[in-house]
């Protein structure tokens, strides 16, 4: 990992050196002869460009490229968005840094199969009880976003647990509890 980043730091200051308006800015520091811009806020370091300490990175492709060598490792580990977002600004510099690398570990297959469970497991199943004569038990459930037709843009359904009969009932999505009671 160590190569890789040397290799990317060379890699950075090479595009920098490319950015005519980094190119511009820098120029302008030396031309002033002020090494610090802004109470120590931006720096030139070596002929690379550095924010609060950390180097600046301008190109997409580069961004992504350090993305992934900090999140495929096994010190990244799939460790998630603020541990990631974390690890690569020790380094690194880019306006929405954080953002972009939300939407990296959002998008990372390995991390979206193996998410932790953010809820409570759910307890032993319990079977349903055996109705003995029809219409003891029963179940409602609603068929919604349907088009309006004769003032009517949803449909109830009850459904008898033993005979396996159904009711359907045109109603509207608006409906409530009392008019969900009123109807069946």
């Known amino acids: 990992m160590m190569m890789q980043e040397e290799d990317l730091r060379e890699r950075i200051k090479k595009v920098q050196e490319g950015n005519e308006k980094i190119v ?6 030396k031309r002033v002869g ?3 811009l802004k109470d120590e806020e931006w720096k030139v370091e070596d002929g690379i460009v550095l924010k609060e300490g950390r180097i600046y990175v301008p190109e997409e492709d580069l961004r992504r490229e350090i993305i992934q060598l900090h999140y495929d ?19 690194y510099w880019w306006l929405g840094v954080t953002k972009e690398v939300g939407r990296y570990v959002d998008g990372c297959n390995v991390c979206q199969r193996y998410k932790n469970q953010s809820e409570v497991p759910a307890g032993k199943l319990m079977p349903n009880a055996i109705p003995e004569k029809p219409w003891s038990y029963i179940s409602a459930d609603f068929i919604t976003k349907l088009p309006l037709v004769q003032g009517y843009d949803a449909i109830l359904v009850v459904c008898d647990c033993f005979s396996k009969m159904a009711h359907f009932i045109a109603t509207t999505e608006r409906t409530s509890a009392e008019g969900l009671a009123k109807l069946f």
């Open 24 to 29: 511009k800015a820098v120029e302008e520091l």
């Open 34 to 36: 002020i090494k610090a």
């Open 73 to 91: 490792t096994p010190i990244g580990e799939h460790g998630g968005r603020w541990k990631m977002a974390e690890l690569v600004a020790r380094n």
